[in-house]
T-cell receptor, first 114, second 112 residues
Framework: TQLLEQSPQFLSIQEGENLTVYCNSS?????LQWYRQEPGEGPVLLVT?????EVKKLKRLTFQFGDARKDSSLHITAAQPGDTGLYLC??????????????FGKGTHLIIQP | DAGITQSPRHKVTETGTPVTLRCHQT?????MYWYRQDPGHGLRLIHY???????DKGEVSDGYSVSRSKTEDFLLTLESATSSQTSVYFC???????????FGSGTRLTVV
């Protein structure tokens, strides 16, 4: 069983600050995905990383996949209230033909205060 | 056009009654999934489908059944609802699982 641990569980910071959230596992994943979920809605895919060491940027968000493909980080620069939400990481492992779903972390609840 | 819709969005039902949730997609994706999301547990996979009439169990499948008679529809049935099945249910679709899923907006189910 692959497990993904996210930290911190909760984070509340002021607008304009920088932050990093982490997604760690002892298992190797062939890809890792980050989602953001707002209250009352389903998760929305932000990015998928597939290569060890890969870095992807989405405006003020920077995603990195660990060299060993066991961990990932999400860094937000100059956080804004619109960044508030639940951030989920999910690792994909090609077992069972690859159709049996992702392994999700429990998420980081992020609140950006104006 | 959302590409994936869930119905109903909200439902309150009594213990012991059957309940069916519907997921409809317009993307012609092969893979469809049902998850439940609960505080402290995150998203947990109930059942999934990798084609018409091809389904399999996830980690929390007890008390649930699914059917997929058409590519676009994936139904989740609670045969006899229990209070422990009070949750938010999400459907997800994808053509390429390793690249990411598209989730529906969810169904909030309350069993009283």
């Amino acid at each position: 069983t692959q497990l993904l641990e996210q930290s911190p569980q909760f984070l509340s910071i002021q607008e304009g600050e920088n932050l990093t959230v982490y997604c760690n596992s002892s298992s190797v994943f062939s890809s890792l995905q980050w989602y953001r979920q707002e209250p009352g809605e389903g998760p929305v895919l932000l990015v998928t990383v597939v290569t060890g060491g890969e870095v992807k940027k989405l405006k003020r968000l920077t995603f990195q996949f660990g060299d060993a493909r066991k961990d990932s980080s999400l860094h937000i620069t100059a956080a804004q209230p619109g960044d508030t939400g639940l951030y989920l990481c999910a690792g994909f492992h090609p077992s069972g033909g690859g159709a049996d779903g992702l392994t999700f972390g429990k998420g980081t609840h992020l609140i950006i205060q104006p | 056009d959302a590409g994936i819709t869930q119905s109903p969005r909200h439902k309150v039902t009594e213990t012991g009654t059957p309940v069916t949730l519907r997921c409809h997609q317009t993307e012609n994706h092969r893979y469809m999934y049902w998850y439940r999301q609960d505080p402290g547990h995150g998203l947990r996979l109930i059942h999934y489908s990798y084609g018409v009439k091809d389904t399999d169990k996830g980690e929390v499948s007890d008390g649930y059944s699914v059917s997929r008679s058409k590519t676009e529809d994936f139904l989740l049935t609670l045969e006899s609802a229990t209070s422990s099945q009070t949750s938010v249910y999400f459907c997800a679709i994808t053509g390429t699982p390793e690249r990411g899923y598209t989730f529906g907006s969810g169904t909030r189910l309350t069993v009283v």
